[in-house]
């Protein structure tokens, strides 16, 4: 069956400091790649996708995700995080068929301090 | 334009009540999706409607719930009878197409005790 790991559960920065959210799937067919946030209080949304070409996709808020087909990875990036990144961060594999259903990772807590 | 709207924002029922879950789609998104996250999980894929026939339900937990889509418009989500393990946030997407960005509801917090 398919499935979707993040790497970390809780992670806490202080402003400033760089990111990464590490994001495996398991899937060997075409995939569309998908990182949503959602911010306290609010509903998930769409933070960037991968659908095809370049492999460096930039999303909201200076977000950034590279996919590495060999690694099936789809790693999150930010240089900089403000106290406002504080969010649950969310990975999600759709397998390219129609009909297909998006598949969550577990999510990653980011905690900013200022 | 309105975005994906659920209602309640949360529900508290005793064990062996019933609950519905309403979810009004983006209008036009002819693709409607529940999913739902119990704490501490990830968020799992309930079922899938295009238009109001249910193209994949692989995702629903058992026969005590039973998903609606009325016209192809909003779509219900009804647990009947509820159990202790069914509390947990219950999501509704759409998209326009059946592949790429879904739109997600708030979410529809359900609490069995």
């Known amino acids: 069956a398919q499935s979707v790991s993040q790497h970390n559960h809780h992670v806490i920065l202080s402003e400033a400091a760089s990111l990464e959210l590490g994001c495996n799937y398991s899937?060997?067919?075409?995939?569309?790649l998908f990182w949503y946030v959602q911010y306290p209080g609010q509903h998930l949304q769409l933070l960037l996708k991968?659908?095809?070409?370049?492999?460096l996709v930039k999303g909201i808020k200076g977000f950034e995700a590279e996919f590495i087909k060999s690694k099936f990875s789809f790693n999150l990036r930010k240089p900089s995080v403000q106290w406002s990144d504080t969010a649950e961060y969310f990975c999600?594999?759709?397998?390219?068929?129609?009909?297909?259903?998006?598949?969550f990772g577990k999510g990653t807590t980011l905690s900013v301090s200022s | 334009e309105a975005g994906v709207t659920q209602f309640p924002s949360h529900s508290v029922i005793e064990k062996g009540q019933t609950v519905t879950l309403r979810c009004d789609p983006i209008?036009?998104?002819?693709?409607l999706y529940w999913y739902r996250r119990v704490m501490g999980k990830e968020i799992k894929f309930l079922l899938h409607?295009?238009?109001?026939?249910?193209?994949?339900e692989s995702g629903m937990p058992n026969n005590r719930f039973l998903a609606e889509r009325t016209g192809g418009t909003y779509s219900t989500l009804k647990v009947q009878p509820a159990e202790l393990e069914d509390s947990g946030v219950y999501f509704c997407?759409?998209?326009?197409?059946?592949?790429?960005?879904?739109?997600f509801g708030e979410g529809s917090r359900l609490t069995v005790l």
């Open positions: 991968y659908f095809s070409g370049d492999p």
């Open positions: 409607f295009v238009k109001e026939s249910k193209q994949d």
């Open positions: 999600a594999v759709m397998p390219n068929q129609a009909g297909t259903a998006l598949i």
């Open positions: 997407a759409s998209s326009q197409q059946g592949f790429g960005e879904l739109f």
């Open positions: 209008s036009g998104h002819d693709n």
């Open positions: 899937y060997g067919g075409t995939v569309n």
